[in-house]
T-cell receptor
């Protein structure tokens, strides 16, 4: 079974530019999550999709961040315009169903550097 | 709000020895799950072990075990017979479900070094 894949693995952009991160969950997983770790801080929840619907986007920092999951398959996270404080590692995770027992699988993350 | 605290930013252990990583959390809920995740240098986060709050018995997975003290809100991870491959960032996490939404609340992590 293929795991959760994220692309790109690393992105370096200048402040003010736009970047789009992509996550391909495990096939058949309805739940998709985005998390972010800013250097030296906790990994923070950004949002949760169930299929194509946003179940919870309470962790999105501001309106410069836009997440989509068209067709309930892969998801994109766009940052526009990027700011220095957006630098960090963005993780995607997926799980087959909602509930405590549902196994959560993480991708390798995308390291975003904004200069 | 739930918080997770890992008080040890870095730890080191000699190969074949035992090490314990600390984690405390704060919650008003009675039913929840706690997790330890490992993130090796290759960066993929891997589940090490999980504990259901309603179970009094401490979870064990091979060389990994937890000491779950619900009243004290403590959830430490013990790694026995440490191996070089155990070197990684270890994150303690609390999983909550609310209104159909699920999220993990993470600690800041502990970087574990295993010395040969």
């Amino acid at each position: 079974e293929a795991g959760v894949t994220q692309f790109p693995s690393h992105s370096v952009i200048e402040k003010g530019q736009t970047v789009t991160l992509r996550c391909d969950p495990i096939s058949g997983h309805d739940n998709l999550y985005w998390y972010r770790r800013v250097m030296g801080k906790e990994i923070k929840f950004l949002l949760h999709f169930v299929k194509e619907s946003k179940q919870d986007e309470s962790g999105m920092p501001n309106n410069r961040f836009l997440a989509e999951r068209t067709g309930g398959t892969y998801s994109t996270l766009k940052v526009q315009p990027a700011e220095l404080e957006d630098s960090g590692v963005y993780f995607c995770a997926s799980s087959p169903w909602t509930g405590y027992s549902s196994p959560l699988h993480f991708g390798n993350g995308t390291r975003l550097t904004v200069t | 709000a739930q918080t997770v605290t890992q008080s040890q930013p870095e730890m080191s252990v000699q190969e074949a020895e035992t090490v314990t990583l600390s984690c405390t959390y704060d919650t008003s809920e009675s039913d929840y799950y706690l997790f330890w995740y490992k993130q090796p240098p290759s960066r993929q986060m891997i589940l090490v072990i999980r504990q259901e709050a309603y179970k009094q018995q401490n979870a064990t997975e091979n060389r990994f075990s937890v000491n779950f003290q619900k009243a004290a809100k403590s959830f430490s991870l013990k790694i026995s017979d440490s191996q070089l491959g155990d070197a990684a960032m270890y994150f303690c996490a609390y999983r909550r479900t609310q209104g159909g939404s699920e999220k993990l609340v993470f600690g800041k992590g502990t970087k574990l070094t295993v010395n040969p």
